[in-house]
């Protein structure tokens, strides 16, 4: 049985995306058959992972318009593509009894063919995210360290504790990590110590610097591993992948 891994946060441009793609492709590269879900309206996880156009996509599967498929993106590593139109799941589905449990009914038949799969929430706390927190086992948060971090952190973790109560009572937060983190700078190391105080325990060691070649990667659909294998984004990540299985 997959682990079921969601990468969220309520503010957008804090690396989300980006560590789904690169902790997905870390896991493949150590020998784990990993599935990633595009469940962000933006579709970039898409984007930067094919080439090609995706026939099928998560929120057709979704409507039940066919069968979810997944899209082979890398060694271990498929992709259930996104679409834009997902931004519309809410208005189509909203009165629907269960809507809750929709993508967890989708993912079950890959529950045994994948160790693990990631799914890439959009940066809004509606029924999207509510779909991806009731089948999940473990959220990750990405955030920045900077002024103000700590809204969304504390937005999800209060959705995280009504979930447990109605629909997924053994969901846990998985872990905070910081991305665009420069350890030189002040105010970073501050607000990194705030956190670590205040959610003991949560706060991951892995950190993601600023990296150009994670920018580039995905202009040319790759993983950072495969684009820049050296680089410090692919050290990075390397680290954060091993702190994620040792959890």
Known sequence: MSKILAFTNQKGGVGKTTSTANIGAGLARAGHKVMLVDLDP?????????TGKADKNVYGALLADYKPHAY?????????????????????KGDELDREYLLKELLEPFREKCAYILLDCPP??????????????????????????????????????????????????????????????????????????????????????????????????????????????????QALVEEILAR
Not at 214 to 228: K, R, S, V
């Open 42 to 50: 933006q579709t970039n996880l898409t984007k930067g992972l094919m």
């Open 124 to 237: 809004a706390l509606g029924l999207i995210t509510l779909n991806a927190y009731t089948c999940a086992d473990a959220l990750y948060i990405p955030l920045e360290a900077q002024l103000y971090a700590t809204d969304g952190v504390e937005k999800v973790i209060e959705l995280v504790g009504k979930v447990q109560k109605r629909m997924n009572p053994g969901l846990q937060v998985g872990g905070i990590f910081f991305t665009r983190y420069d350890q030189r700078k002040v105010l970073r190391r501050d607000t990194a110590d705030q956190l670590r105080a205040k959610y003991p325990g949560l706060v991951l060691n892995a950190t993601i610097r600023e990296s150009i070649a994670l920018g580039e990667a995905p202009h040319l659909a790759q993983d950072i591993f495969t684009y820049a294998p050296k680089s410090a984004g692919a050290t990075d990540y």
């Open 72 to 92: 082979k993106v890398g060694e271990n590593l498929g992709l259930l593509a996104g679409s834009t139109a997902i931004s519309g799941f809410e208005k189509v």
